[in-house]
């Protein structure tokens, strides 16, 4: 296992544990509930594209792998800006 492959590994353990913990503490809370399991769910997608860049051994190959991380990073930020809009209570 080179080092790339190691990285890749562990940087899909990273985001498929962040969408779990998203989506662990959201449902705790109703008005994130809908958003918590969105934003989770587009994490396990982006680990799930470091999954599958590992098989791939590039980022940018095929085309298909590159647009599919582009599409979770937009989602992903759409998620925090959405977020961020949400009104706090006080």
Known sequence: MNALTLFNSLEAVLWITIGGVVWWNCRLIARYRILGTVSAVWFVLFGISDIIEIFTGAWYQPLSLLLFKAVCLVALV???????MIPRRK
């Open 78 to 84: 759409g998620c925090g800006v959405t977020y961020r």
